[in-house]
């Protein structure tokens, strides 16, 4: 089984400033990973993935990720951050069939 | 628009009582799952279903069922609802072709058990 840990529960910024949101993973085959946002009171929405290929991978609204199988990490990052970036982030990693969600970073974004 | 719904958005229900929670997909996936979020913590998965008329166990299914008539409905059941399933409910479906598997979240289901 796959595991995956988010360090920081709570992150906080000011808008404008750059954030990087923390995630490692367990290796137990092939890799798949991936990021989901969730604002208050909605489902969780697909940021990006990363499966092959390219380390660095993009998403939307100016979100990357970069996978490293040295550091087992697949951090978040984002250059300039918004207020409506203020959401809850979860990293994930595919076990054969299905998703293991982390415990989610909870982003706040101060104007 | 392809989409995942729920139904209902959210539900009060008695200890002991039954609960039927619903999910309806129009994205043409072959996997579907549910998920249960509690208050500041990530999800956690209950059952999953790679095709119709079966279902497959996830990380926590004590205490629930769940069924898949058709390819675009999966439900899960709380036969007898106790205290400690208050928590939201999300229904999700995927594609799983070529490797792939980005998750499709419907709005959440609010249970709260009294």
């Known amino acids: 089984t796959q595991t995956v840990s988010q360090s920081d529960a709570h992150v906080t910024v000011f808008e404008g400033d750059s954030v990087e949101l923390r995630c490692n993973y367990s290796y137990g085959g092939s890799i798949y990973l991936s990021w989901y946002i969730q604002h208050h009171g909605h489902g969780l929405q697909f940021l990006l993935k990363?499966?092959?290929?390219?380390?660095v991978v993009q998403g939307v609204n100016g979100f990357e990720a970069e996978f490293s199988k040295s550091d087992s990490s697949f951090h978040l990052r984002k250059a300039s951050v918004h207020w409506s970036d203020s959401a809850v982030y979860f990293c994930?990693?595919?076990?054969?069939?299905?998703?293991?969600f982390g415990d989610g970073t909870v982003l706040t974004v101060k104007p | 628009e392809a989409a995942v719904t729920q139904s209902p958005r959210s539900k009060v229900a008695v200890t002991g009582g039954k609960v039927t929670l619903s999910c309806h997909q129009t994205?043409?996936?072959?996997?579907m799952y549910w998920y249960r979020q509690d208050t500041g913590h990530g999800l956690r998965l209950i059952h999953y279903?790679?095709?119709?008329?079966?279902?497959e166990k996830g990380d926590i299914p004590d205490g629930y069922k769940a069924s898949r008539p058709s390819q675009e409905n999966f439900s899960l059941i709380l036969e007898l609802a106790s205290l400690s399933q208050t928590a939201v409910y999300f229904c999700a479906s995927s594609w799983t072709g070529g490797g792939q598997n980005t998750l499709y979240f419907g709005a959440g289901t609010r249970l709260s058990v009294l």
């Open positions: 279903s790679y095709v119709a008329d079966s279902t």
């Open positions: 994930a990693v595919r076990d054969p069939g299905k998703l293991t």
């Open positions: 990363y499966y092959s290929g390219n380390p």
């Open positions: 994205n043409n996936h072959d996997y």
